[in-house]
Structure formats: C-alpha cells, structure tokens
C-alpha cells in the first residue's frame, strides 16, 4: 500500500496572515458586558496572576464563562457568582467591572467566512510569532518586553486529496498563543485557551468539506494575544508545527498512547503496560486486536506483548491495556540514555488488516523520592543540577526552530546541567525528545492554575506522560499556587494521577495535593525549618539564583550562584534543579531601556556571560565524572579570565580548576595564587602604568559601579569627571547620581558594575590599554595544566563569521536538513588586522543571503536595551559580536511531501520538492560601512540521518564541544 493507516503531512506551509483584529472586532471575546465598579470592595474573589493591566484582567475574565466580576489594585482578582461588590464593602479596588452573566462567545467575523478575499494578505510559512516582529514600545508594563500584543488572523487555503473520504481527519495545532478560535469553510468550530497545550480540528464532520482539487477549503484562525498568562514575554500567534493527521474512522486517540516508563528493567520479570485509547466514528461496530512490540533502535524484536481484542461501537472510546515483557533492557540514565522504539497495532478483528499503528521512543527506568534522602535513579542516588528556561530567543521570539533548542539543550549539558525545568509551562514536544534522548531529567510545568485550568494540566500531562525524562509534574509556580481552598490542588492531582498514576506531583511554591515539595529563592534556614515541621516530604530547590549579568557590564561574578545553590547540598534536598535562567529570554527587563532579561548564563542570542564559566568549573570539572548525576561531558580543564577583552581596568577575575594560577601582564608575571580548590574566582590586582591623558573611554550609565569612593566636593558629573582626571594613578572610573549623594570615584573593575533600575546614574570609565593578560593554571606539582589569554585589539578593520549552528562545536551536526524548517545560527565579530575581538566600538552590521536555499529570519546581538527590530537585515553589535538566524527555504525531505503538492495551494517561502534536486550550500554575507565584509558557507543536507534529533542521538557524549572553551567576548 502507498500509504499506511495514519498519514501525517506537514501543514506549515502557505498560510496567510493579517496583523491586527478584524475591522467587525476587537480584543478579547466579543461584548464583555462589564459595568463599572471603579472604587468598590469584592468579597469571594479569587486571585489570578501576572494580568498586570486593567485590559488584562479584564480580557482574561471575559474569557471566562464562570467570571462576573474583576478587580485590579495590588493585583488581578476575579471572581463568580458567590462574588458581592458594593461601594460600601472594605478592600476597594481602583479598577474593575462586573455583569449579571457572560454573553456567548462572538463567532462571527468576516475573515472567518470561507469567500472572505484575503489574496492582499502576507502569505507566510508557519511557525510564526507575530509579536516579535512589531517595534519596541516604551510602555507602563515591563514584563512582556515592551513589544506591543494584538489580535492576528491566519488562514490557510488546502485541498484534501480524494482517496481520504470516509477517513477520519483532523488539524493539529501544537500551540497557538494565546486563545484561539477555529472556523472551517466558515463553520465554527472551537477555540483553545491555553496558549502551551496543542489541540486538534476535526474536518472530516464539517458540513460541505471537499474534497478533490476542483474546490478549495479554507481553515481560519484568530489568536488573541492581548493578554498573557506571564510575567514575561509570551509571543503570539501560530507558533508552533501544525499537521494535517489522516485515519482510519477505528483509530488511537490524539496523545492516547501512554508507555509507562516507571519499571526496574534488571527484574527478571519486568514488564510495563502499553495503554491505547480508541475510538471509532465508523456507522458500526468494530472489531479490534490491540498488540504491542518492543525494539532496539537498530531495529532488532526484543518481546512482543499479549494481546486485547474486543470490539467497540460507533461513537464510543476505548481504554485498553496489554503487558509488555522489558526483562533484559538497559535501564535509561543521565549518564546512558538507553531508548528503546515500542510499536503498538491496532488491527482489524473480523477484517484483517492494520486500523493503525503507533511507534514510541521509550526508556525505562526506576525512581524514587525520599524525604530524607532525597531523589535516586536506577537505586543510585544523586543531585540534581539544573536549570530553569523560557521559550524566546533573539530574532525569532517564542517561534524557535528544532536546531536551535537543541543548542540550548546541549549549552545546558555542557555546563553541567542534567535537570530541564519547563518554566512555568509546557515546551514544544520536540524539546522533549532532544532531552530523552540526551539524558536530561525533566520537571514538567502547568501554566495557569485554578479550578478552570485543571483541563490544560490534563493536556500537559497526557501528552508528555511516556517521556523517561520527566520525572515529576508541576502544578504551578510562586504566587500562582496560592488558591483560597484547597480544591484546585486536589483537582489538579486527580487530573495527573489518573492518567499517569506512578509520577510524582510538585509546585515551585506551597499549594495542596502534592508529593514532591518545590521552593524557589529559599536560603537554608527555610529549608531548615520545613524539614523539621514535615520529615517524610521530599525538598528540592526547584528555583533560584536569579544572578543578573551581561556580557558588556558585567556585574557581580560568582557570589551570588555559590550562595543561592547551597540549600541544594542539604543532604535531605534532593538539589538545584531550575537555576534561574540557563538563556536570557524577552521580557521581565524590570525598566526601559531595557526590553530583555539579564538572568541568564547566555544571552539572549546564545553568547555566554561570565556566570556560564562557573557552572562549568563547578558542575562538570569538579564533578567526579563517575557522579550518576553528572552528565558524560569531557572536560579536561578550565582557565578563564572573566573580564571582557579590552575591557580591562585595576583587575581581572580568574576562574581555575587547577592548585595554583599564574598570571602574567605582557609577559611578565604579575601574581600567582593558590584556588584551595574553592571553585571561586581569583580576583588579581593589575599593575600597570596609569593612563596619562584624562579619556574616559567607556559609558558606565544606567549601572552601579560598587567599591567607589564618595567625591562630596563634585556637585555635578563635569565636576565629578574634573575629580577623577585630578589623580588617575587612584582614579579610572567616576559616577554621579543626584539620588545617590553625587559623585563617585575610584579604580574598580567594570565587573563591578551592574544594571540598575535607577536611570540617573551617569559616569564613565578609563580603561587600561595593555596587550595581552594570560592566566595559567598549575597542577599541585607545578605543571601547567591549561592557560587562557586576552589580547587587546587595535582598530576595527573587518568582520568575521562562524556557523555556531549547526556545528560540531555546540553540539548540534555539521549540515542543515533541507526540511523546511531548519535553522542556522552564524556569529559576526569586529575583529582587527589581526583577527582580534574588537569589543568597545558598536556598528550595524548587515545579513544577507548570496545564494543558495536559505533565508535570514532574524537577528539580535544579546544586548539587553537593543530596540532593533528583530526582523531587519542588520543590527548593532554588542561588545563585538551581532547574531544571524538563517532557515532553509526548501522541504525535500518531510516524510509525507507527496501530499504537500494535493493540499497546499499558496505558497510561502518554502518551495516542497518531491526528490532533493539540488544541496548546494547556502552562502551568506556580513558587511558593515568602512570594514572588510565577509562571507560563510552553510552546507545543507537532503537526508533526514542529518535531522537535529538523529544528530541529538550521536552528540550524547558531546566530543568536539568547544563552544565555551573557544569562545571570545
């Protein structure tokens, strides 16, 4: 047969878009209906987070059938039928609205209808976050990143082939933020309110569906993104793949096959239950025989399961079950990520024939939680070291391609990470598989939690339930756990228990009906404390070390991570699982100019800052790498200077995995200081002359410089830049802030210089021109181990390109896939005549594509007050250094493109090919005014062994990772 039971095909490609909402709408669901209660006292309301404007919790309310009433003064609160307000009553909000009842749901737009002419709109392939791609807004909200939200349309012209009637077919969406509503051929169908949990569009029961190319159908989509669920920058639109699914009327259920991957596979009789959910919407009874096989990934039979036949009638579903013998496998670990592919079958009782089948990447191992011990895998028992995440990333905001998560996934293994905290909701699955396949302890986070939300935790947990990674469920995060009573903790546990009864339940925060204890930024006098009050609970520090720096100011080192991760060394806690944050991410800047955050141990364009370099020498070199916790990265050594190149002032930072660092300034040695092994950086004091002319070459506003001397006598900054220039030798960096008793001075490192949410400091810095500043490390006999070196730059003459992604160096392949949606990561450095990082000049640097089937998608530079638009050709850089995103324009590879060329009728700017016609690289350019340009090459692929999850199966032990050892800026 050409095709098999259950077709899968690529829905991505040409669909139309319009920014903005519909000229017969507006935000939210249509009439709110709300009169004023400005100025009025609530009783019963209940409180819903992180709506941080009148708009939004009025919009979120609205949303909500069982919401009458909403109030916004020191927070978001809505409340329902048992809620009283009156003028008279205490507790008076500022704001809000209230209604007898919640009218329905508008669901009638022009642009929904099926003969609506949207032939002047974009057409575009999907994933598509349309958010990022509008202009920075200064604005009163800060947490969303000063990007402004809106409703947007999409719709998608496609033909269904005629060999699929009396099939059962379906859209899925994977996610779509953040409510979406569905109208096919201008029929209403559904909306989906959780922007994090994917849904499907049945088609096949649509009144007037054709089929056939002499007439078209049309699916629109609405997304509302003008309101979040965040404290940070959510996106919005069609962000995620979507698929155009085909099956046989008897078939699995979306997300209806569970393997449980909670079994000792060394027992002689190990064995685990294979779940299928059928469902048939055949006119009659059907017959079935549900079995299960279980393979290597070469593709040998391990065992086959016993069999379930029954049969099932029209309209009904079916849970069933079969035991399936996993005796003899390898169990699945950090350190060996055994997975194993299990086959399940559908087949036809009284007609034979396959119904449908399924097949799993599965890994089986064994868990355990201990309130005084803490957590052990496969009975060994370890801490866990990991961190927390948020889904944006330069250039292309929430819509990340695969290629990309994988280069987190493994900047994330090389500096000793072995825990993925999915904050504070569900990732895209492919996220999933990377880390399955990496060896990468997962914890899995709802996102909105309340007694209304208890469906998405559903969603959530159906759909990830097979994954060996995940290892525990979350319900929700900080406040958000808060609720009046304690039923939506209870709800939320049924939800998860009943589809995945052995995983334990957690929060980042206290709430009811969980197993496993979260607290996030607690010192260990709370852990202290709860331990005593409740012993069998098992602790974990699910959130901490919010530990802010940049690449240019660079902040406080490496206190702030030491202290804040020490609660996870308890011997009862079970470790630090969700540093805050691995990358920078969009939004949650505190204060304009600043549009991003500043947490991360990478920027947001994947550069790595100082705090990176800790991780390194303490999670990983210091690690014995027999450490069941530790993940099967090779490192030899660690020397790093911490300060910027050229950046230089009174002293630099070392960090050494050796006994004793050598330190020489223009080869001489300046120092030498023993590490007694404390994996804190050495901080050496510089001698060098001081400068002779009064230049302050270096812009210290909008930071604190710490360690300064107060200057009473300068009564202005000319006054306080004069008392500097007054005694050099003492004096490289001056500040002044009215708000801060005036003036300022001193010789600090800029490493002491950190942002600030006070924007009246002024000041500057006079940076130290010296040529060349190495740090060795000694062994204890005095044998270097490893050195590091910092040249300072001469003038800017040109650019410099790398391709970070793909690349053997960061982990992530050698070659783009030609599947549509790939995507490169390039690097563009100012370097001088001597190919030295020119780190104090910024200028635009500009992307282009010379040839070959690519296209730029975005670009970023890291710098936390950047307003470049994300979608131009050019950008700043920062600190030397400017980011590239490049996609393959060409899918000759997705496994059913055969179908692309009956269903899809616009095209976007991926051009489906039936046989790869032609790999010719992609060859794209960087220039800049006045500096010689330059071009790179990215080799392209047209064979799927080249995918980014095949290569994730090759780059387990991460050989050839020299992306943070090798990296300047």
Same mark, same amino acid.
């Given at each position: 047969?050409?095709?098999?039971?259950?077709?899968?095909?690529?829905?991505?490609?040409?669909?139309?878009?319009?920014?903005?909402?519909? #000229?017969?709408?507006?935000?939210?669901?249509?009439?709110?209906?709300?009169?004023?209660?400005?100025?009025?006292?609530?009783?019963?309301?209940?409180?819903?987070?992180?709506?941080?404007?009148?708009?939004?919790?009025?919009?979120?309310?609205?949303?909500? #059938?069982?919401?009458?009433?909403?109030?916004?003064?020191?927070?978001?609160?809505?409340?329902?039928?048992?809620?009283?307000?009156?003028?008279?009553?205490?507790?008076?909000?500022?704001?809000?609205?209230?209604?007898?009842?919640?009218?329905?749901?508008?669901?009638?737009?022009?642009?929904?209808?099926?003969?609506?002419?949207?032939?002047?709109?974009?057409? +575009?392939?999907?994933?598509?976050?349309?958010?990022?791609?509008?202009?920075?807004?200064?604005? #009163? %909200?800060?947490? &969303? !990143?000063? $990007?402004?939200?809106?409703?947007?349309?999409?719709?998608?012209?496609?033909?269904?082939?005629?060999?699929?009637?009396?099939?059962?077919?379906?859209?899925?969406?994977?996610?779509?933020?953040?409510?979406?509503?569905?109208?096919?051929? =201008?029929?209403?169908?559904?909306?989906?309110?959780?922007?994090?949990?994917?849904?499907?569009?049945?088609?096949?029961?649509?009144?007037?569906?054709?089929?056939?190319?002499?007439?078209?159908?049309?699916?629109?989509?609405?997304?509302?993104?003008?309101?979040?669920?965040?404290?940070?920058?959510?996106? =919005?639109?069609?962000?995620?793949?979507?698929?155009?699914?085909?099956?046989?009327?008897? &078939?699995?259920?979306?997300?209806?096959?569970?393997?449980?991957?909670?079994?000792?596979?060394?027992?002689?009789?190990?064995?685990?239950?294979?779940?299928?959910?059928?469902?048939?919407?055949?006119?009659?009874?059907?017959?079935?025989?549900?079995?299960?096989?279980?393979?290597?990934? /070469?593709?040998? @039979?391990?065992?086959?399961?016993?069999? *379930?036949?029954?049969?099932?009638?029209?309209?009904?579903?079916?849970?069933?079950?079969?035991?399936?013998?996993?005796?003899?496998?390898?169990?699945?670990?950090?350190?060996?990520?055994?997975?194993?592919?299990?086959?399940?079958?559908?087949? =036809?009782?009284?007609?034979?024939?396959?119904?449908?089948?399924?097949?799993?990447?599965?890994?089986?191992?064994?868990?355990?939680?201990?309130?005084?011990? =803490?957590?052990?895998?496969?009975?060994?028992?370890?801490?866990?070291?990991?961190?927390?995440?948020?889904?944006?990333?330069?250039?292309?905001?929430?819509?990340?391609?695969?290629?990309?998560?994988?280069?987190?996934?493994?900047?994330?293994?090389?500096?000793?990470? *072995?825990?993925?905290?999915?904050?504070?909701?569900?990732?895209?699955?492919? +996220?999933?598989?990377?880390?399955?396949?990496?060896?990468?302890?997962?914890?899995?986070?709802?996102?909105?939690?309340?007694?209304?939300?208890?469906?998405?935790?559903?969603?959530?947990?159906?759909?990830?339930?097979?994954? #060996?990674?995940?290892?525990?469920?979350?319900?929700?995060?900080?406040?958000?756990?808060?609720?009046?009573?304690?039923?939506?903790?209870?709800?939320?546990?049924?939800?998860?228990?009943?589809?995945?009864?052995?995983?334990?339940?957690?929060?980042?925060?206290?709430?009811?009906?969980?197993?496993?204890?979260?607290?996030?930024?607690?010192?260990?006098?709370?852990?202290?404390?709860?331990?005593?009050?409740?012993?069998?609970?098992?602790?974990?520090?699910?959130?901490?070390?919010?530990?802010?720096?940049?690449?240019?100011?660079?902040?406080?080192?490496?206190?702030?991570?030491?202290?804040?991760?020490?609660?996870?060394?308890?011997?009862?806690?079970?470790?630090?699982?969700?540093?805050?944050?691995?990358?920078?991410?969009?939004?949650?800047?505190?204060?304009?100019?600043?549009?991003?955050?500043?947490?991360?141990?990478?920027?947001?364009?994947?550069?790595?800052?100082?705090?990176?370099?800790?991780?390194?020498?303490?999670?990983?070199?210091?690690?014995?790498?027999?450490?069941?916790?530790?993940?099967?990265?090779?490192?030899?050594?660690?020397?790093?200077?911490?300060?910027?190149?050229?950046?230089?002032?009174?002293?630099?930072?070392?960090?050494?995995?050796?006994?004793?660092?050598?330190?020489?300034?223009?080869?001489?040695?300046?120092?030498?200081?023993?590490?007694?092994?404390?994996?804190?950086?050495?901080?050496?004091?510089?001698?060098?002359?001081?400068?002779?002319?009064?230049?302050?070459?270096?812009?210290?506003?909008?930071?604190?410089?710490?360690?300064?001397?107060? /200057?009473?006598?300068?009564?202005?900054?000319?006054?306080?830049?004069?008392?500097?220039?007054?005694? $050099?030798?003492?004096?490289?960096?001056?500040?002044?802030? /009215?708000?801060?008793?005036?003036?300022?001075?001193?010789?600090?490192?800029?490493?002491?210089?950190?942002?600030?949410?006070?924007?009246?400091?002024?000041? !500057?810095?006079?940076?130290?021109?010296?040529?060349?500043?190495?740090?060795?490390?000694?062994?204890?006999?005095?044998?270097?181990?490893?050195?590091?070196?910092?040249?300072?730059?001469?003038?800017? /003459?040109?650019?410099?390109?790398?391709?970070?992604?793909?690349?053997?160096?960061?982990?992530?392949?050698?070659?783009?896939?030609?599947?549509?949606?790939?995507?490169?990561?390039?690097?563009?450095?100012?370097?001088?005549?001597?190919? +030295?990082?020119?780190?104090?000049?910024?200028?635009?640097?500009?992307?282009?594509?010379?040839?070959?089937?690519?296209? $730029?998608?975005?670009?970023?530079?890291?710098?936390?007050?950047?307003?470049?638009?994300?979608?131009?050709?050019?950008?700043?850089?920062?600190?030397?250094?400017?980011?590239?995103?490049?996609?393959?324009?060409?899918?000759?590879?997705?496994?059913?493109?055969?179908?692309?060329?009956?269903? %899809?009728?616009?095209? !976007?700017?991926?051009?489906?090919?039936?046989?790869?016609?032609?790999?010719?690289?992609?060859?794209?350019?960087?220039?800049?005014?006045?500096?010689?340009?330059?071009?790179?090459?990215?080799?392209? *692929?047209?064979?799927?062994?080249?995918?980014? @999850?095949?290569?994730?199966?090759?780059?387990?032990?991460?050989?050839?990772?020299?992306?943070?050892? !090798?990296?300047?800026?």
């Amino acid at each position: 047969d050409q095709y098999p039971p259950r077709e899968d095909v690529v829905f991505d490609y040409g669909w139309r878009f319009r920014f903005g909402h519909a #000229p017969d709408g507006a935000p939210g669901p249509g009439d709110t209906n709300f009169t004023n209660i400005a100025n009025f006292g609530c009783s019963n309301m209940e409180h819903n987070p992180n709506r941080y404007t009148a708009d939004d919790c009025m919009i979120a309310c609205a949303y909500n #059938p069982q919401c009458l009433a909403w109030q916004l003064g020191g927070g978001c609160q809505h409340g329902g039928v048992d809620s009283q307000c009156s003028a008279s009553m205490p507790h008076k909000a500022p704001l809000g609205g209230q209604r007898k009842s919640a009218p329905p749901t508008k669901t009638t737009y022009d642009f929904a209808k099926q003969t609506f002419d949207d032939s002047q709109w974009t057409v +575009l392939d999907v994933p598509h976050d349309f958010v990022v791609t509008g202009d920075f807004v200064d604005m #009163p %909200d800060s947490h &969303h !990143g000063y $990007l402004p939200r809106n409703v947007s349309w999409y719709r998608k012209h496609f033909h269904l082939p005629s060999d699929w009637k009396a099939s059962h077919i379906h859209i899925h969406f994977e996610g779509v933020f953040h409510v979406a509503q569905v109208w096919v051929n =201008g029929q209403y169908v559904q909306m989906h309110n959780c922007g994090y949990t994917g849904f499907t569009v049945r088609l096949d029961n649509v009144t007037g569906l054709e089929y056939g190319t002499d007439a078209a159908n049309v699916v629109a989509v609405r997304t509302d993104a003008t309101f979040g669920s965040g404290h940070w920058y959510e996106g =919005g639109g069609i962000y995620r793949r979507t698929h155009l699914v085909r099956m046989d009327p008897t &078939h699995f259920v979306h997300d209806g096959v569970f393997v449980d991957p909670e079994v000792n596979p060394a027992s002689p009789t190990a064995s685990v239950k294979v779940l299928g959910e059928i469902e048939t919407t055949s006119s009659n009874d059907v017959s079935y025989d549900f079995y299960a096989q279980l393979y290597t990934m /070469a593709g040998d @039979l391990v065992s086959t399961s016993s069999h *379930s036949k029954a049969g099932i009638k029209p309209g009904y579903t079916r849970v069933v079950t079969v035991d399936l013998p996993v005796n003899g496998t390898k169990a699945w670990s950090i350190q060996e990520p055994n997975l194993y592919e299990i086959r399940v079958f559908l087949n =036809g009782g009284d007609v034979p024939g396959v119904l449908d089948s399924q097949n799993l990447s599965v890994g089986f191992r064994e868990t355990s939680w201990s309130g005084s011990s =803490g957590f052990r895998l496969n009975d060994h028992a370890l801490k866990f070291r990991g961190f927390s995440h948020h889904n944006s990333f330069t250039g292309v905001g929430v819509a990340i391609p695969d290629r990309i998560h994988l280069f987190r996934a493994q900047a994330s293994r090389a500096v000793g990470g *072995s825990f993925w905290r999915m904050s504070h909701n569900p990732y895209l699955p492919a +996220l999933y598989n990377f880390l399955d396949v990496l060896g990468v302890l997962t914890w899995d986070e709802n996102r909105d939690y309340g007694l209304e939300y208890v469906g998405a935790m559903h969603e959530m947990v159906k759909r990830d339930r097979s994954h #060996p990674s995940i290892v525990v469920w979350s319900y929700c995060n900080e406040v958000e756990c808060g609720q009046v009573t304690n039923q939506t903790g209870l709800a939320f546990r049924a939800a998860a228990k009943a589809l995945d009864p052995q995983r334990p339940t957690a929060a980042n925060g206290g709430t009811d009906g969980i197993d496993v204890q979260g607290m996030s930024h607690a010192r260990n006098e709370s852990f202290e404390n709860f331990h005593k009050k409740d012993p069998d609970m098992p602790l974990v520090l699910s959130e901490c070390c919010s530990c802010q720096t940049q690449r240019m100011n660079r902040g406080e080192t490496t206190t702030c991570m030491h202290d804040q991760n020490s609660p996870g060394l308890l011997p009862y806690v079970a470790g630090s699982l969700g540093v805050w944050t691995l990358f920078d991410y969009y939004g949650e800047s505190h204060s304009w100019p600043s549009v991003t955050s500043s947490y991360g141990n990478f920027d947001l364009a994947g550069f790595p800052k100082p705090h990176a370099y800790w991780y390194v020498l303490n999670w990983l070199a210091n690690i014995n790498a027999s450490d069941y916790g530790r993940p099967p990265v090779t490192v030899e050594q660690v020397t790093r200077i911490l300060d910027l190149p050229g950046q230089v002032t009174g002293s630099v930072a070392v960090l050494s995995s050796g006994a004793e660092v050598e330190l020489y300034l223009d080869g001489k040695l300046s120092g030498k200081k023993e590490t007694m092994g404390s994996g804190e950086p050495l901080v050496f004091d510089l001698s060098p002359s001081p400068p002779t002319e009064c230049t302050f070459n270096r812009n210290l506003s909008v930071v604190q410089c710490h360690g300064l001397t107060h /200057a009473s006598s300068a009564e202005s900054p000319s006054e306080c830049q004069a008392a500097c220039c007054k005694d $050099l030798a003492n004096c490289r960096i001056w500040q002044y802030s /009215a708000q801060h008793s005036g003036c300022w001075i001193g010789n600090v490192p800029v490493s002491t210089c950190t942002e600030t949410e006070e924007t009246d400091w002024v000041g !500057g810095g006079n940076i130290v021109a010296m040529d060349e500043v190495m740090a060795t490390s000694l062994d204890a006999k005095g044998i270097s181990i490893g050195n590091f070196t910092l040249k300072t730059a001469k003038e800017a /003459a040109g650019i410099q390109l790398t391709l970070d992604v793909p690349s053997v160096s960061t982990g992530t392949g050698a070659k783009l896939v030609l599947d549509g949606h790939d995507a490169a990561l390039v690097k563009a450095a100012i370097v001088d005549d001597n190919g +030295l990082l020119v780190t104090g000049t910024s200028v635009n640097v500009t992307f282009s594509v010379v040839s070959g089937p690519g296209r $730029l998608i975005g670009v970023g530079n890291g710098d936390n007050a950047c307003h470049q638009n994300a979608k131009s050709d050019h950008v700043p850089t920062y600190g030397g250094l400017a980011r590239g995103i490049f996609q393959v324009t060409t899918d000759c590879v997705s496994e059913r493109r055969a179908r692309n060329a009956q269903v %899809d009728i616009d095209h !976007g700017p991926t051009k489906v090919e039936q046989v790869c016609t032609s790999t010719d690289s992609i060859v794209i350019q960087a220039t800049s005014a006045g500096l010689k340009s330059a071009t790179l090459t990215i080799e392209v *692929s047209g064979s799927a062994d080249d995918l980014p @999850l095949n290569v994730a199966k090759q780059s387990v032990n991460l050989e050839g990772y020299t992306y943070l050892s !090798g990296f300047e800026g």
